[in-house]
Every structure is written in C-alpha cells, then in structure tokens.
C-alpha cells in the first residue's frame, strides 16, 4: 500500500495523470498579461493527488502563502487554524 504522505515525487514535469492535467488548467497563466498571478492547483483522484504551481519561483513562498489562505479560509468559517512547529525538528528548536 503506498503512503501518500512519504511516497511523495517533485519533479519540473508532470508525471501522472493528475499533474499532467495541474499543468493544462495553469498553461493560460503563462500567457504575457498574467504575468503577475499566482496559482496553486490541487487534484485528489481515489489513487492519490497532484499539486502544480504557477508564477511561483520559490516553493517555499508559495507553501507559505498557501497557509496565510486556509487560515483566511478557517476564519471566514468561524473557526480558528494555528500552526505549530514540532519542537524536536530544527525549526522547531529555540536557539
């Protein structure tokens, strides 16, 4: 049985199914007047998902901009989301 949390593949090309069809729904982003948008595509099919991301250069930027969004998303629903680090993983630790 695969795990879908470490059985996890990054790649500058689509792969699979999912991430080949991430990539068509962003390919009118590439377009010169949307220069300056954004985008993160999530896919979930019963096999597993696929993320593509668009405009972004660093990953990182996009994952952090991503959970700004779903704590925005919460709060409109009334509910609170809060991110913790682990204290035992280096980011996590005081120094």
């Known amino acids: ?3 879908p949390i470490n ?3 990054t790649s500058d090309q689509p792969f699979n199914r999912l991430t080949k ?3 068509q729904m962003t390919e009118l982003l590439d377009a010169p ?3 300056d948008v954004k ?3 999530f896919l979930n099919d019963s096999e ?5 991301l668009s405009g972004y250069d660093d990953q990182i930027e996009a994952m952090a901009e991503l959970f700004v969004h779903m704590k925005a998303v ?4 009334g509910k609170d989301l809060e991110f913790i680090p ?5 980011e996590g630790l005081s120094t």
């Open 1 to 3: 049985m695969s795990d």
């Open 7 to 9: 059985d996890v593949t």
């Open 21 to 23: 069809l991430a990539a």
């Open 33 to 35: 007047e949307n220069a």
């Open 39 to 41: 985008a993160i595509v």
């Open 48 to 52: 597993g998902g696929g993320i593509q």
């Open 74 to 77: 919460f709060n409109s629903m």
């Open 86 to 90: 682990v204290p035992e993983s280096p």
